[in-house]
């Protein structure tokens, strides 16, 4: 593998580490759920891994903006994945601690990383 930049960024290294438990609760959810809700939460949680890494490649601070700002969104959209499994009872509360604590510790890096980019 590269030893890229982005690879030092502690917001880069956390993304990784959120990807087993986006897993884990995937895991836990019905097989009709594989292209739905299963499919949304993985693909969200590789967008955010994925997007920081191509911001961190950028050039210009719109440009690394732009994809931060992608890589928060797909924070908030797993979110929202999560939120549904528990309105359709896929899942109960204590299923969310771990995760919940890691989408928002992601989601205070990234708003770090992009306010740092603006200065």
Known sequence: MLELSHKKLIAWQKSIALMPLIYQICQKLPKEETYNLIGQM????????NNLA???SRKSKAEKNRFYEVSRSSVVEIDNCLVN????KFIMPDDLKEINLALLE??????GLIDSNNK
């Open 85 to 88: 499994c528990l309105v359709l």
């Open 42 to 49: 993985k693909r969200a949680g590789l967008s955010v891994s």
């Open 106 to 111: 992601e989601f205070k890096l990234l708003t």
């Open 54 to 56: 191509e911001g961190a």
